[in-house]
């Protein structure tokens, strides 16, 4: 794989995790699962990837691409927490899973 292969797919993941953003915020179920798809795919084509074959630019993008990951992750485990919290409140049942207040953080800024 050459450099510019690498930089064309980093491209792709950031672009995907930018669509699961926008899918998580709209509460998007079929592009949310579109990108996890999405993101497999291109997991397993980074898999092949040598580290060493990294320069400043790569690296750059995938500081990006973690950040990007990590704030999708954090709105997913936010609306899980909400909807377990309705579910509790419907029937009653005392909440099981609070999400720390780093979330609620990391939402307002999502």
Not at 21 to 27: E, I, K, Y
Not at 53 to 73: F, H, I, S
Not at 79 to 107: D, E, F, M, S, W
Request: proline share 2%.
């Amino acid at each position: 794989m050459t450099p510019s292969d690498l930089r064309e797919i980093l491209r792709q993941m950031l672009a995907v995790l930018e669509e699961e953003r926008q899918a998580l915020a709209g509460l998007d179920l079929d592009a949310i699962i579109g990108a996890t798809h999405d993101k497999d795919r291109l997991c397993g084509t980074l898999d092949t990837v040598d580290a060493i074959q990294l320069d400043e630019e790569c690296r750059g993008m995938l500081d990006t691409a973690r950040r990007l990951n990590e704030v999708n992750r954090q709105v997913r485990n936010i609306i899980a927490a909400n909807v377990t919290k309705r579910l509790n409140a419907l029937t009653g049942a005392p909440q099981l899973y609070r999400a720390g207040a780093g979330y609620a953080v990391a939402g307002g800024r999502a």
